[in-house]
């Protein structure tokens, strides 16, 4: 009984602690303290990384807001495009199919 005790405080005390220590880090802070946050992991992880995310530039909400309606309008367009093709497409491909058939019968 004393070590399941033992060992449930052990369990407790090491999740409270890595909680303690993000909350002190600031990864529960507002976005600037986890970037910064991130940005000191990234440091002590693969300093690498931060050379390059500091030349990558992201962007903002609205060029990304902007780029999903222009992609979602050009897959609309093409969809309803295909759509609305798709009658002639039937009947070329329709006699095409009837053009092969037909020369399978006949020898060369």
């Known amino acids: 009984m004393a070590a399941a005790s033992i060992k449930l405080a052990a369990k407790l005390g090491l999740a409270g602690g890595a909680v303690y220590w993000t ?3 600031g990864l529960w ?5 986890g970037a910064a946050a991130g940005k ?3 440091e002590a992880v693969m300093p690498s990384t931060v050379e390059y995310l500091d030349k990558v530039k992201i962007p903002t909400y609205a060029k990304v807001n902007e780029e999903a309606i222009k992609n979602w309008n050009a897959g609309l367009k093409t969809a309803f495009e295909s759509l609305s093709s798709a009658p002639d497409n039937v009947k ?4 095409k199919a009837k053009e092969a058939v037909s020369n399978l019968g006949k020898s060369n």
């Open 23 to 25: 909350v002190q880090q």
């Open 29 to 33: 802070g507002t976005a600037e303290e």
């Open 40 to 42: 000191k992991f990234a």
């Open 92 to 95: 070329k491909y329709a006699g």
